[in-house]
C-alpha cells in the first residue's frame, strides 16, 4: 500500500487512505487521511498539502 501510495502522489494525483487506529485504553479511531502534491521548484524537496491546507515536506 504505501508503494501504491507513493506513486499516485509522484504521478500528481491525490491520494485518500482510510485506516483504523486502536488506542491503548480500548477505543478505536477511523482515520481518513487525504493527501496531495504541491508544485515547486525542481531544486526544492516535494511537499505536501491537508485539507487544512497545512503541508509538510519530506
Request: charged content about 30%; proline content about 9%.
Amino acid at each position: 500500500m504505501v508503494n501504491a501510495r507513493k506513486a499516485a502522489q509522484l504521478r500528481g494525483e491525490p491520494v485518500v487512505s482510510e485506516y483504523r487506529i486502536l488506542r491503548p485504553d480500548g477505543e478505536i479511531r477511523w482515520i481518513l487521511d487525504r493527501s496531495s502534491l504541491i508544485s515547486t521548484a525542481p531544486a526544492d524537496p516535494p511537499s505536501r498539502s491537508d485539507r487544512r491546507g497545512s503541508a509538510s515536506r519530506w
